[in-house]
């Protein structure tokens, strides 16, 4: 017998190819039944904790814990955010209710009982038998149009194009930890040395975590020692989990990877090409949470660039380019239920910022009642009755995101916003994107924290963040 847990690498799958309706219900409701019950039930802790938060944001003289946690981040204040999330959710919530709608005429079309009444645990499911048939492709069918070195050469590419910057290898110059990392170095358009990174791309399970990230190893600095100045030079991290080499068979990517490789190396260069020799803003120091994303999700814009993609897309044996329909694929794949997606996040980012902000422990209003009036204009498909979601929502109860969870959406605004200077430049004008790429460089990348980030992308862009970039490249409006 198979015993399926609670944790995503095991849920999810299930929930998207079990064709055993009655186990779904089951593990959905197993799933939003966590902690909220017995002796382990958080209900209380929930309210404990919001009721110690307005204290402590009242002893430091805010009305709310969401005005003093938006006082260290971008946003402006809790308006700017409830704005934000307002027009987020009037752009996606009738794509949401097609989706839903679309997804039971699919169920229906295939002859699913259920398909006239889909429920929260059906939708995993009819949501991955559609997205095969529209799309008709596997990650593990381009795999092959993704070794890792070819890859790291468009990249490479990519960043002396935007930013005039040469990476090279300089394996051997530094100690490493395994045989696998590799180790590069930074030349500035002169040919001088201005930073350091290490990569260590492959899975090793038994002594590394799972995941993607970056980290700094040495932040860049100017000191004064005897009478003499010098700079230290940045060096940075980069950490992957991908699958190791085989025999003469290279590391072969999906392109899920290859996303998180460009979001990675985006957090990289915003370490590594800091102009700021303060170690407490240079680089990613000092950033704003919500400000902290823009880098790295700007650089995934670039994979779906049809130059980009098709310069590191070739098949590791024969040389050729990736198919034209499999980049079209791409392109589709990546708007398929954005509503839907778009209006999740709208809702969690909602009840988070409503929590810290207008409600009160001991009120008339329970943490549970807060939520299901939110999701009456924030879902299509309404919780149920026993949901108990907030009770594992570890990312405001027991994380970094205490009237903060808006922040994925909006540092997704900045990043498209971003992106789209580059598309409104021209993607194919050479001389137009080296030249936005060096004022990109010279102040979202070269500035780190040293200055507050609305200003930051005001010198940039010229203006205040847009959500219009962010929609179009959502599909949720026309391009």
């Known amino acids: 017998p198979w015993r399926i847990t609670l944790d995503f690498p095991s849920y999810g799958p299930f929930m998207q190819h079990s064709t055993r309706r009655e186990l779904r219900e089951k593990l959905y409701k197993a799933l939003i039944g966590r902690a909220s019950s017995g002796e382990l039930n958080n209900w209380p802790l929930t309210d404990r904790i919001l009721a110690l938060r307005h204290e402590k944001a009242a002893l430091l003289g805010f009305s709310s814990y969401a005005e003093l946690s938006l006082a260290s981040k971008m946003a402006p204040d809790v308006a700017a955010v409830e704005a934000l999330l307002e027009e987020l959710r009037l752009a996606s919530y009738n794509s949401a209710v097609k989706d839903l709608a679309d997804l039971k005429a699919f169920a229906k079309a295939k002859g699913a009982a259920e398909a006239g009444d889909l429920k929260h645990w059906d939708i995993g499911f009819w949501s991955e038998r559609q997205r095969e048939e529209k799309f008709a492709f596997s990650a593990e069918e381009l795999r092959p149009y993704f070794a890792l070195p070819q890859v790291l050469e468009g990249l490479f590419g990519l960043v002396k194009r935007l930013f005039g910057v040469t990476v090279t290898a300089a394996d051997g110059q ?266 990109f460089r010279e102040t979202v990348l070269g500035l780190g924290g040293s200055l507050h980030p609305m200003e930051v992308f005001k010198t940039f862009r010229g203006r205040e963040p847009s959500t219009k970039a962010l929609l179009r490249h959502s599909g949720l409006v026309a391009a």
């Open 174 to 439: 530094a100690p490493v930890w395994h045989k696998d990392v590799r180790y590069f170095r930074i030349d500035d358009e002169a040919g001088n040395a201005i930073a350091n990174f290490y990569l260590d791309p492959y899975s090793r399970p038994e002594e590394k975590r799972g995941g993607a990230w970056m980290d700094e190893c040495v932040v860049r600095a100017k000191f004064v020692e005897s009478g003499k100045t010098t700079m230290r030079l940045p060096v940075a991290y980069l950490v992957c989990n991908q699958s190791p080499p085989v025999d003469d068979k290279p590391s072969l990517m999906t392109f899920l990877e290859v996303e998180t490789l460009f979001h990675e190396f985006g957090h990289g260069l915003q370490h590594m090409l800091t102009t700021v020799d303060y170690p407490g803003a240079s680089g990613i120091n000092n950033v704003e949470w919500d400000a902290v994303e823009l880098p790295s999700q700007f650089m995934e814009n670039w994979c779906y660039d049809r130059a980009t993609l098709f310069g590191m897309a070739k098949h590791y044996q024969t040389g050729e380019t990736l198919p034209e329909h499999y980049y079209q694929k791409l392109l589709a794949a990546r708007h398929y239920m954005s509503g839907s997606a778009m209006l999740r996040q709208v809702h969690l980012s909602s009840v988070d910022i409503e929590l810290h902000h207008g409600y009160r422990s001991g009120g008339s209003e329970t943490v549970a009642d807060v939520r299901k009036r939110i999701a009456k204009t924030t879902t299509v498909l309404p919780p149920l009755e026993e949901d108990a979601f907030l009770c594992a929502f570890g990312h405001i109860f027991a994380g970094g995101y205490a009237a903060g969870y808006y922040s994925y959406k909006w540092a997704e605004v900045l990043s498209a916003d971003a992106f789209a200077a580059f598309e409104e430049a021209g993607l194919e004008d050479e001389s137009a994107i080296a030249s936005t790429g060096k004022r």
